[in-house]
């Protein structure tokens, strides 16, 4: 949802965009795309190795909980999947709308990790075994100061931190064995295994949750992800 969501903003040639959390890099470069000629791209990262320069596109170090951003410098701010893992997101949303210019635009994309109900499991036993690694994961979040139900608050959130026309976009879909959210779910069980050991998790747990996930019969809801835009008042965008 993330790329249609900004191209039906308009991002365009001469806007300078800012992301936050930029990862591999993939929204950057079609942000840097878009903004050509006379525009620019901040792609940014607390670990940016993944990410390469390029025409209109720089790349920068940055921890968005601690590392100072410029006033006033950019027509749009992306953060996707990011704000949740920080603690101090409420913080940081305040000066993330202080780096937008007048009228610039900010899209946070987060999710809602409370509703990911199992579907079709092959028992009763194993819709308990997916619905406590759901409860396990988001508790290992919880402990280290995320919060996997952020997704619906970031509405509100933008609203209280100034910003107008506050626009949400939601998305849902249906996991199964083939599905890329399932195997990051599935990824989750190894990349995750201390924190949900710690949750109360077994590893012979996690290996069954690993087992259901490749049944091609089962299917589980997503999560929810929001999509949610609002302009800094006081002019018209890009």
């Not at 996707?80 to 937008?100: G, I």
């Not at 931190?161 to 399932?182: E, S």
């Not at 050991?197 to 996930?213: A, H, K, N, S």
Request: hydrophobic share 45%; with cysteine.
């Amino acid at each position: 949802m993330t790329l249609p969501r900004l191209a039906a903003a308009g991002v365009g040639p001469g806007w300078h965009c800012l992301e936050i959390g930029a990862g591999g890099g993939s929204i950057a470069r079609w942000l840097a795309e878009r903004v050509a000629p006379g525009g620019s791209v901040l792609a940014t990262d607390r670990d940016p190795r993944d990410l390469v320069p390029g025409p209109q596109l720089a790349v920068a170090a940055l921890d968005v909980a601690r590392d100072p951003l410029p006033e006033a410098a950019y027509d749009l701010i992306v953060a996707r999947l990011v704000l949740q893992h920080v603690p101090t997101r409420a913080a940081v949303l305040p000066r993330l709308v202080r780096a937008l210019r007048p009228g610039g635009l900010l899209q946070i994309d987060e999710i809602d990790a409370s509703y990911e109900p199992p579907l079709l499991t092959p028992d009763a036993a194993a819709e308990e075994l997916y619905l406590r690694f759901l409860r396990a994961k988001s508790a290992a979040m919880r402990a280290a100061g995320g919060d996997p139900h952020w997704g619906r608050a970031v509405p509100a959130a933008l609203r209280a931190a100034g910003l107008t026309a506050v626009d949400v976009h939601l998305h849902i879909d249906v996991r199964h064995a083939q599905d890329p959210g399932l195997g990051l779910q599935s990824n989750h069980t190894r990349n995750l295994r201390d924190r949900l050991v710690e949750q109360g998790m077994t590893d012979e747990e996690l290996d069954r949750v690993r087992q259901l996930m490749r049944d091609p019969g089962f299917r589980a809801a997503s999560s929810v992800f929001y999509s949610v835009q609002g302009r800094r008042p006081g002019g018209e965008g890009g």
